[in-house]
């Protein structure tokens, strides 16, 4: 093979070089781009009986762009939704009615006018999860056999009725039954002239409250009137609880008070658990709602149940202790409605849905592909791939599983070129260009000296 050609098969090497720089260099802003890598080869052509010793070489050529997919640099945002994949995997995205998948390092997300979480293309692609067992249960586990478009329900988040209150008190143990006007002791049991009034703060020692809610989440406070019954002894208590805004304030929940024991270390004797009857209908508003669990022998439209309209009082921790009263908890079961107002991520790739009611609710899961050879996937433009024969079958699970990366919410993955090595590599695939052009000027050269010898 004549000089020529040779310098000419390095000509064109060192200008595939060029672009394969040149394009690394032009995508260093690119979200989720991976550097590629220009691979050479010799030519080395050779006939049957030919002596290898002085067979010389017939040039260069490109073997293989290859892309590295080694890790960018995570780059942190305001946006919720741009997520990030720290190891190995990519996201798996899909157009509208289509199964064929196409998988990007790029975690640039939105939400469209019909909910779907989708990426920045045109026409923007939907981003696969694995939908929730559940939706309503923020611990529910996820159908990773079910490969779906991910949706964030713009929905507002239905209400619960409280079941269950919860409270840890301190009651004084140096107080006394209070006094009437008389200086007689109150009796703490009765409710009305001579006993507890509930408008009158010096019938009762101490008294708390909290907001339960209803089956249609409308808030109700819920109080509790405590107060030291000495003519029954030491560490006795009686409390009254009742809902704000009685049509009858004479109305309570057990039709008596609930009565406390303590022992003489100032610990309560069991049962510290009581069950609160309301009739809901007695209280403002009247709406029709009930409170407490669901019960199904009501009778109601399906598919809902009635609540039962029984709060359990847990007073279990409660002691009496000291010269101070003090809440250490006071807790309750139940939630108002509540709208969205934003999507968290963790690093398992599970999306929640924030609500203004203090929930947070699984949207779903991000699925995670990995390919047993991810330089033989085909590049296809927009940071994205698709799969050939020779990178293997994708493996589609839940991210943090097996080779897959976990995910990272509110950041980016950075373009993984080094661009001061980049520049570097420009420099000298231009002098390896420049190089085989003095090749060619040479061989030119000696041809022109044989034409001119006579």
Request: glycine share 12%.
């Amino acid at each position: 093979m004549s000089a020529f050609n040779i310098g000419l098969s390095g000509l064109n090497a060192a200008a595939g070089d060029l672009q394969v720089t040149g394009n690394n260099i032009a995508n260093v802003g690119t979200t989720g781009f991976k550097q590629s890598r220009a691979e050479f080869g010799d030519i080395f052509t050779r006939s049957y009986g030919t002596i290898s010793k002085t067979n010389i070489g017939a040039g260069v050529r490109l073997i293989e762009n290859a892309q590295q997919f080694t890790q960018g640099t995570l780059e942190f945002t305001d946006n919720s939704l741009d997520l990030s994949i720290t190891g190995r995997g990519f996201f798996v995205l899909n157009s509208e009615g289509n199964n064929d998948n196409i998988y990007t390092r790029a975690g640039a997300f939105e939400v469209d006018n019909q909910g779907y979480i989708v990426n920045n293309g045109s026409p923007p692609l939907r981003l696969q999860g694995f939908p929730p067992t559940d939706p309503t249960d923020p611990k529910s586990p996820f159908r990773t056999g079910l490969q779906t478009d991910m949706q964030i329900n713009l929905g507002d988040s239905p209400p619960n009725a409280t079941a269950d209150i919860a409270a840890q008190i301190n009651l004084r143990s140096d107080a006394t039954t209070p006094l009437d006007a008389t200086g007689a002791a109150i009796a703490p049991a009765t409710v009305g002239p001579g006993g507890f009034e509930i408008d009158n703060p010096d019938t009762y020692n101490f008294s708390t409250s909290t907001t339960v809610y209803d089956s249609l989440g409308t808030p109700r406070p819920v109080s509790m009137y405590f107060i030291k019954d000495d003519a029954t002894g030491s560490g006795a208590w009686q409390v009254h609880v009742q809902m704000d805004g009685a049509i009858d304030p004479t109305i309570f929940p057990t039709g008596s008070p609930i009565a406390l024991t303590f022992d003489s270390n100032g610990l309560l004797v069991p049962p510290a658990s009581t069950a609160l009857t309301f009739n809901i209908a007695n209280y403002n508003p009247v709406n029709g709602a009930t409170v407490g669990k669901d019960d199904p022998t009501i009778p109601t439209p399906p598919p809902s149940t009635a609540g039962d309209n029984i709060i359990t009082l847990d007073l279990t921790g409660t002691t009496q202790y000291g010269q101070s009263y003090s809440v250490t908890s006071l807790e309750q079961d139940g939630y108002t409605t509540g709208r969205i107002t934003g999507v968290d991520s963790d690093e398992k790739g599970v999306l929640f849905a924030r609500y203004s009611n203090g929930r947070a609710l699984p949207l779903g899961q991000v699925a995670l592909a990995d390919f047993d050879n991810p330089q033989g996937l085909q590049q296809i433009g927009n940071t994205s791939w698709a799969e050939t024969t020779a990178s293997g079958g994708p493996v589609i699970f839940s991210p943090g599983t097996g080779s897959l990366g976990t995910i990272q919410g509110g950041a980016l993955e950075t373009s993984n070129v080094d661009l001061a090595t980049q520049l570097v590599k420009l420099i000298t695939a231009q002098r390896n260009y420049q190089a085989n052009s003095q090749t060619i000027s040479a061989a030119n050269t000696i041809t022109q000296t044989i034409l001119n010898i006579q």
